[in-house]
């Protein structure tokens, strides 16, 4: 983190990859090297320490997508973006739009669901939750790319 703050992405990547090194099962570690790889802007190599823990076969980006990892999305987003590299970028922030889009669709369903099986509660927690949807942070960092 000292790293990180005094500018030294490069440096703070290779100390947190030395430190992954030691405990290859620590997903945390694991998603915080790969974070700081794409702040350097060692795309592959953060894209092939977080391909270490998806169960994938062989397209690591297609299943992160799919699990809806925004967190790498943004990171690979702003990465692309400072290699000027835009249309890649673009491609993980419309990808963060369209988690968005997939909640409110699948809100359509849970209406239904709610109202056929008297819960309430849950009904207005999520009407709750929708009308704040598109404030939350990820949303926010996709969308300011």
């Not at 945390?28 to 974070?35: F, Y």
């Not at 009308?131 to 300011?144: C, K, L, Q, W």
């Amino acid at each position: 983190r000292i790293l990180k703050h005094a500018g030294a992405l490069e440096t703070a990547a290779d100390v947190l990859e030395e430190g992954r090194t030691l405990d290859l099962a620590d997903k945390w570690i694991n998603s915080k090297s790969a974070k700081f790889q794409l702040r350097a802007g060692r795309i592959k190599k953060g894209e092939d320490i977080v391909a270490l823990f998806t169960k994938h076969e062989g397209d690591s980006r297609g299943y992160l997508m799919d699990m809806q990892c925004m967190w790498f999305e943004i990171e690979a987003g702003m990465a692309y973006m400072r290699q000027d590299d835009l249309g890649m970028a673009l491609k993980f922030f419309k990808s963060v739009e369209k988690h968005f889009d997939d909640f409110e669709q699948d809100q359509l369903d849970f209406h239904t669901y709610c109202l056929r099986k008297f819960t309430m509660r849950s009904y207005v927690g999520m009407l709750r939750l929708i009308e704040r949807v598109r404030g939350d942070r990820f949303f926010a960092a996709a969308a300011h790319g």
